[in-house]
């Protein structure tokens, strides 16, 4: 039992780690689909940043800081 436990902690942190380091999304990053824009176009509803994605989802990095589409 307290092997099993150790496994799920690791994992939880393990799991935690991965997440922190694949996104730099601030708790204030809210994505909307941009239609108007286009498609693939998305549009940050606090602090209006705006950018395109290849895959079609929405952005897993924060724009508010680096080049914005202009429109």
Known sequence: MPL??????IGVLAYLWWQHR????TRNCRWRADRAAGENCYRCASCGG???TEDGRPPRRCVAQGPREPG
């Open 50 to 52: 705006r950018t395109r």
């Open 22 to 25: 694949t996104t730099t999304l």
């Open 4 to 9: 099993l436990l150790l496994v799920l902690l």
